[in-house]
């Protein structure tokens, strides 16, 4: 990671994914059903992966 570019673009993905969590928790709390939590966990899964491959695990 000596890039600096890719630092950020990193740490970036990384806030992605707190964001999603932490939606995804309040909107259970609202009540929110699967048309809203399901995307949300698609795209925590999918933010996931993206941080994986940049990171070189995938």
């Not at 928790?25 to 925590?44: F, H, K, N, R, V």
């Amino acid at each position: 990671m000596s890039d600096p570019k890719e630092a950020a673009a990193q740490e970036a993905l990384k806030v992605a994914l707190l964001a999603l969590a932490r939606a995804g928790e309040l909107c259970e709390i609202a009540g929110y059903g699967s048309q809203i939590t399901c995307p949300l966990a698609d795209a925590q899964r999918e933010t996931n992966y993206a941080l994986a491959t940049a990171l070189g695990r995938n």
